[in-house]
């Protein structure tokens, strides 16, 4: 009787040591599959390859990360699905969403079940306007896109006709909008507007109506799958319209669709992470392992970054700690220095103009 007792309460001492060294779980949520699976991949990629090298000097407070995966492939419900999944698991960071379509309504379930969410890549100002104060983003915004954009194609392409084009979601009309508003404030008008459904294959219609209004320029609120057919479709149809569009395009995926039709494409996006020092280390990492750290790889990075350093000022992982040392402090990540306003906006530097050539895209000159 006396050994069981003993063997009983050192099961329950050794149970006790485990829980205290227990892994702290995050979790990554995107676009895993879909059309938008290729800005997944570069979350995932990130996520994975800051975990491992923050485990490698020893995790966080002193305990191991674990990593979960989550997809909603851009789809709300999804989105919703997932999150409630995730807040099941003790998540203590979501590293997501990618679109704001699904970041926005999965923002009401970790805001409800108190999980932090850092977003490396949805633009949409409604996000952080209307989330709780466990939403932060380490991107810009569309109305900080559109307004670059739309005092770009106002200078770049004065007396040029410009029609604008979006793909309904929260992400793409958002973009179509805030430009559109940057460019009536130049003075310009644009010489069309319509909305077009992703996922479809043949734009054909649309294009001949661009073709027939004579555009000169071609603004697109959505992603690279569809705008990459839409400028394939306009050189079918013999167009040299230019097409200017955001952020969503940063993927080599877009010039995998476009092949020489993606040629002078101009889009939006923060100045390029991979050049700064401070990515340095973590550029040759991933380089060593045959990625390409383009788009969101170290948006993704930079987010668990940040969320490492308040967790550890704070001492734990209680969320209104980690809130608190989020909005006071300024964090070395591999973003450069960064830091997060009030309403969980990144305090960087917004955006600048990329052109694909050749396959590449680099800051427009």
Request: charged content about 25%; some cysteine; glycine content about 12%.
């Amino acid at each position: 009787m006396g050994k069981l007792l003993i063997t009983a309460a050192a099961a329950a001492l050794t149970i006790g040591m485990s829980a205290a060294k227990a892994d702290i779980t995050i979790a990554v949520v995107g676009p895993m599959t879909g059309q938008y699976a290729s800005f997944g991949a570069q979350m995932k990629a990130g996520a994975e390859q800051a975990v491992a090298d923050l485990n490698k000097k020893g995790g966080v407070l002193g305990q191991k990360i674990k990593l979960l995966v989550g997809d909603d492939a851009c789809d709300p419900k999804q989105a919703v699905a997932v999150a409630n999944q995730m807040v099941g698991k003790d998540v203590k960071l979501i590293a997501g969403h990618f679109c704001s379509g699904s970041s926005i309504p999965a923002s009401k379930v970790y805001e409800e079940e108190g999980v932090l969410q850092i977003s490396p890549a949805s633009t949409n100002p409604k996000l952080t306007e209307e989330g709780g104060d466990n939403v932060f983003r380490v991107c810009g915004r569309d109305d900080q896109q559109g307004d670059i954009a739309g005092k770009f194609l106002a200078k770049q392409f004065k007396g040029k006709k410009v029609a604008i084009v979006h793909d309904k979601t929260a992400y793409g009309k958002g973009l179509a909008d805030e430009t559109r508003k940057t460019l009536k404030a130049q003075g310009v008008t644009e010489a069309m507007y319509e909305a077009y459904s992703a996922g479809e294959k043949d734009y054909s219609a649309l294009v001949s109506k661009l073709k027939g209004a004579s555009i000169d320029v071609l603004y697109v609120g959505g992603y690279h799958t569809e705008a990459g057919l839409i400028v394939r479709q306009m050189r079918s149809q013999g167009m040299k319209t230019r097409l200017v569009s955001g952020d969503a395009l940063v993927t080599n995926e877009y010039w995998d669709i476009t092949g020489k039709a993606g040629e002078g494409t101009l889009m939006t996006f923060s100045p390029d992470p991979r050049k700064n020092p401070a990515a340095a280390d973590a550029v040759k990492a991933f380089r060593a392992k045959k990625i390409e750290p383009e788009g969101y790889v170290l948006y993704t990075y930079g987010a668990i970054q940040a969320w490492k350093q308040a967790t550890e000022k704070a001492g734990n992982t209680k969320l209104k700690g980690v809130i608190k040392n989020l909005r006071a402090m300024q964090f070395n990540t591999v973003l450069g220095k960064i830091g997060f306003n009030k309403k969980g906006d990144v305090t960087a530097p917004g955006y600048v103009m990329y052109e694909w050539k050749k396959g590449k895209y680099d800051y427009f000159k």
